[in-house]
């Protein structure tokens, strides 16, 4: 079973910048959805950005016009570029697909990335 790999989390500082990365081949193809969910200690996962192959993207109102959601189809990796980072953004970030039109179910499979902000 194909299984997705996230890359990219790190430590850096209020205001910084990381580029996520979700990488699994066919993972991504016979999706309708892929987004990017966080969960912090102690909290409940969230979602944070979802790109739907026919509506496009949409984010949580605590990310927008910091998070970018997008996707390479030729290298089956989804992105998510986050500026402006605060520590309120860290958490354990992860990519999941939903096979179904309106994103009911999402399939989750990597070990997440960490992203830690200090202030």
């Known amino acids: 079973q194909v299984r997705p790999v996230e890359s990219g989390g790190g430590s850096v500082q209020a205001g910084g910048s990381l580029r996520l990365s979700c990488a699994a081949s066919g993972y991504t193809y016979s999706s309708y959805c892929m987004g990017w969910f966080r969960q912090a200690p102690g909290k409940e996962r969230e979602g944070v950005a979802r790109?739907?192959?026919?509506?496009?993207?949409s984010y949580a109102d605590s990310v927008k016009g910091r998070f970018t959601i997008s996707q390479d189809n030729a290298k089956n990796t989804l992105y998510l570029q986050m500026n402006s980072l605060k520590p309120e953004d860290t958490a354990m970030y992860y990519c999941?697909?939903?096979?179904?039109?309106?994103?009911?179910?999402?399939?989750?499979g990597g070990q997440g990335t960490q992203v830690t902000v200090s202030s």
């Open positions: 790109l739907h192959r026919h509506l496009g993207t």
């Open positions: 999941a697909a939903s096979t179904y039109y309106d994103c009911s179910s999402w399939t989750y």
